[in-house]
């Protein structure tokens, strides 16, 4: 075995970490919202004057499932099902099939609370380095893979250290930006790193607060996961 001289060692030794490739930092990245195959975990919306309650339920393959759990909310759900999402409203016998960009409150559509898993739905167009409010962060471009995503274009900047996300622009094809996410510090759940918070701004000043907590593995029901057939 070759042994190095001490100042190679010293040089090698204060050379920079090899950067991640965009892919990786995206996995990462989607395991703080999607921290198990399976999950629950409570969800508070909050918009200036206005609150909102639900229970996320989440498959491995992308399902969702809110649950409402505030007064005015029980009884109603939203299932997402791939590209695809239904509002299942109380004493109505046929599911109201809606967009994924449907609001639920403020800016915050059921897309943005269900899922939003960038590896799946995003390819790394560009991966660079830029400071963001003097943190040291990947700057990803990155690119829609399907037609059904309104955003055709994110930029996500995602601090070196821990490769945590701090702030996600999403854009028209045009460039145009549509909304911004900032989020917040990670918390601990079931010895996972899990995402405590993201805050959802409009060019209009539109703003909504989402706070994500008491996450659970697994314990998922795949019933709650068909659509209700009204001739029954």
Not at 96 to 117: E, S
Request: aromatic share 6%; net charge positive.
């Amino acid at each position: 075995m070759r042994i190095l001289p001490a100042p190679a060692l010293l040089l090698f030794a204060a050379l920079p970490a090899l950067p991640q490739s965009g892919e990786e930092i995206l996995a990462r990245v989607d395991r703080l919202r999607h921290p198990w195959p399976s999950f629950t975990m409570e969800l508070t919306l909050k918009a200036p004057g206005l609150s909102q309650q639900w229970k996320v339920s989440a498959r491995e393959n992308g399902d969702a499932r809110l649950d409402g759990l505030s007064k005015k909310e029980q009884g109603r759900a939203v299932l997402l099902k791939g590209d695809q999402m239904w509002l299942l409203l109380p004493g109505a016998k046929r599911p109201v099939k809606v967009t994924p960009q449907q609001r639920l409150m403020g800016p915050a559509a059921g897309g943005d609370v269900a899922r939003t898993r960038f590896r799946e739905d995003y390819s790394v167009e560009a991966l660079a380095e830029e400071s963001l409010d003097g943190r040291d962060c990947w700057r990803l471009d990155l690119t829609a893979r399907r037609a059904a995503l309104s955003a055709r274009k994110v930029v996500l900047w995602v601090a070196k250290e821990g490769t945590l996300p701090l702030k996600a622009e999403f854009r028209m094809a045009s460039g145009k930006v549509q909304r911004r996410a900032l989020f917040g510090a990670p918390a601990q759940s079931h010895g996972q790193s899990v995402l405590s918070k993201m805050v959802i701004e409009e060019p209009s000043g539109a703003r909504a607060e989402l706070l994500f907590g008491n996450w659970g593995k697994g314990g998922v029901d795949a019933a709650a996961f068909e659509l209700p057939d009204p001739d029954r």
